[in-house]
């Protein structure tokens, strides 16, 4: 199956000129969405992971799935006001704006192995956002995952020495 004919691209969104690949017409086809997992799994089989990390919100619906796949916990990485207990805080520049990333102080302990999942690696500042985010609770990153890559966008280079995981590549 060609998992690329299953992103929809949408022009225009969130601001002019930007193609935003959307992976929700992914998610709805059952054997897309298992051989998307299983290719982003299947590196990972022999590493031991402890946990999975994933950002909200589309981290969350590839991650999750992943963890119970490779026998791992999941943790969630939320914006600002939606985590309970007490939390570290990263804010970090977007393409078009800024963010604020968030997580339990407790989520991750020091030298457990971690992967961090996200649905689109592009410039890579979401994904160096939660780096740093497990670099301060003193986790091993094993790999960040992708569903999707902009490669023209350079996210790859802004995320060395970091071992890349993605499935389609634009």
Same mark, same amino acid.
């Given at each position: 199956?060609? !998992?690329?004919?299953?992103?929809?691209?949408?022009?225009?969104?969130?601001?002019?000129g930007?193609?935003?690949?959307?992976?929700? *017409?992914?998610?709805?086809?059952p054997?897309?969405?298992?051989? #998307?997992?299983?290719? !982003?799994?299947?590196?990972?089989?022999?590493?031991?992971i402890?946990?999975?990390? +994933?950002?909200?919100?589309?981290?969350?619906?590839?991650?999750?799935?992943? &963890?119970?796949? @490779?026998? /791992?916990?999941?943790?969630?990485?939320?914006?600002?006001?939606?985590?309970? &207990?007490?939390?570290?805080r990263?804010?970090? /520049?977007l +393409? =078009?704006?800024?963010?604020? !990333?968030?997580i =339990?102080?407790?989520?991750?302990? &020091?030298?457990?192995?971690?992967?961090?999942?996200d649905?689109? @690696?592009? *410039? +890579?500042?979401?994904?160096?956002?939660?780096?740093? @985010?497990?670099?301060? @609770?003193g /986790?091993?990153?094993v &790999? #960040?995952?992708?569903?999707?890559? !902009? *490669?023209?966008?350079?996210?790859? /280079?802004? #995320?060395?020495p970091?071992?890349?995981l993605?499935?389609?590549?634009?």
């Amino acid at each position: 199956m060609n !998992l690329k004919d299953k992103i929809r691209t949408i022009q225009d969104f969130p601001l002019p000129g930007i193609r935003y690949r959307d992976i929700t *017409t992914l998610l709805q086809d059952p054997q897309a969405y298992r051989e #998307l997992l299983d290719s !982003l799994c299947e590196p990972l089989r022999e590493e031991k992971i402890d946990l999975v990390i +994933g950002p909200e919100a589309r981290g969350f619906v590839i991650g999750a799935p992943m &963890a119970y796949m @490779l026998g /791992a916990g999941f943790v969630p990485v939320r914006r600002p006001g939606k985590l309970p &207990a007490e939390v570290y805080r990263y804010e970090y /520049a977007l +393409g =078009h704006g800024r963010d604020t !990333l968030e997580i =339990h102080q407790d989520a991750v302990v &020091a030298g457990q192995r971690v992967v961090i999942v996200d649905d689109l @690696l592009a *410039t +890579g500042s979401t994904a160096q956002a939660v780096c740093r @985010l497990m670099e301060k @609770l003193g /986790a091993d990153i094993v &790999a #960040l995952c992708f569903a999707i890559e !902009l *490669t023209h966008l350079g996210g790859r /280079a802004n #995320l060395e020495p970091y071992r890349i995981l993605s499935t389609i590549k634009y």
